[in-house]
């Protein structure tokens, strides 16, 4: 069995009870209190957005340390959009707290850029590379549109102006699309737009000491490893970077992984695996109402 561990992005869906069930988790709850403090501390000041970006970062981050003391034979990390900082955190590339501040940080430039258009995302599923090209050719008369995420052959996002997004959503309908929806991101998040931003953070991250990841990750940007002297280069550029994740897959497979762990919050990641490997074996920590059965199923794998 050669295992993943996969970090999820940012959650779009209240993460309360996913939260509190992880902070009755002994391992977990540590991660959980001390995260929330942070949040509690900002709460008045931070946009929504920013404190969503930080409690999925607390979800992933908290139910890693459950992996962590079951003693997993992990091989590597795979990580989607946002889930990037819980991944440094999990590999010992960065603190906690660190990824805290840097999240923060992010999610104010974030809406920044947010305030000064009317932005928003699209999930489309059920059209080929070629046929969302067209697309985005047509749409782009209603506004900018870039490609954000490659989630699988015929699942990808896009990003850019609302009127863009909503004449995707209408166009990939029309050409047959399994799904087409408006994600409600409200910032046009993996694309040129936030290339400024991205300096900007580069900019006040270049004084931070990161550490060599001590399990290997695989980054969405260009499907490679990570090391310690690229980790300031990809937090720049994360933000305007398209999600290149059947890269990301196609290196796991060619690495032999058979075995999925996804990391709360949510069922995404499992989602993303099942686009581009049918029939994976996939353990979830992403619900908080069957977390019991799944420690309980991840302790007799590793007997």
């Known amino acids: 069995m050669k295992i993943a561990v996969c970090f999820p992005g940012q ?24 995260g929330l403090r942070y ?8 946009s929504n957005r920013t404190l969503q970006l930080l409690r999925t970062f607390i979800a992933s981050v908290a139910s ?15 990580e989607h959009g946002m889930g990037f900082y819980a991944s440094l955190v999990a590999a010992g590339a960065m ?14 430039l ?24 067209a697309l985005c050719s047509v749409v782009a008369e209603s506004g900018e549109v870039y490609l954000a995420n490659i989630n699988g052959p015929t699942w990808f996002v896009l990003s850019g102006q609302s009127s863009a997004m909503a004449a995707a959503c209408d166009g990939a309908i029309w050409r047959g699309a399994i799904e087409a929806r ?22 006040q991250l270049a004084t931070v000491t990161f550490q060599p ?23 720049s550029q994360q933000p305007f970077m398209p999600v290149k994740w059947t890269r990301v897959m196609e290196v796991l497979s060619r690495t032999g992984i ?13 989602k993303l695996v099942e686009a581009n490997r049918e029939g994976a074996t996939i353990i979830s920590l992403g619900e908080p109402d069957n977390l019991d059965e799944t420690i309980e199923r991840l302790s007799e794998a590793n007997l």
């Open 258 to 270: 058979d075995t999925f762990i996804e990391l709360a919050p949510g069922r995404e990641m499992a």
């Open 110 to 133: 974030l809406d920044e850029v947010a305030q000064k258009g009317d932005y928003d995302m699209a999930s489309i599923i059920g059209l080929t590379r070629d046929e969302i090209n």
């Open 213 to 235: 990841p001590t399990t290997p990750i695989i980054e969405h940007i260009s499907g490679q490893r990570v090391l310690e002297r690229n980790i300031l280069d990809l937090l």
């Open 95 to 108: 603190s906690f707290s660190g990824g805290l501040e840097i999240i923060e940080m992010t999610g104010g």
């Open 39 to 46: 949040v509690d501390a900002i709460q008045e000041a931070a």
């Open 11 to 34: 959650a779009l869906f209240p993460l309360s009870d996913t939260l509190e069930r992880l902070r009755k988790e002994r391992f977990a709850k540590p991660i959980v209190q001390e």
């Open 182 to 203: 408006l994600l409600g991101i409200g910032a046009p998040i993996h694309t040129n737009l936030l290339e400024r931003c991205s300096r900007r953070i580069r900019k």
């Open 64 to 78: 890693y340390q459950i992996i962590s003391e079951i003693d997993l034979p992990v091989s590597v990390f795979a």
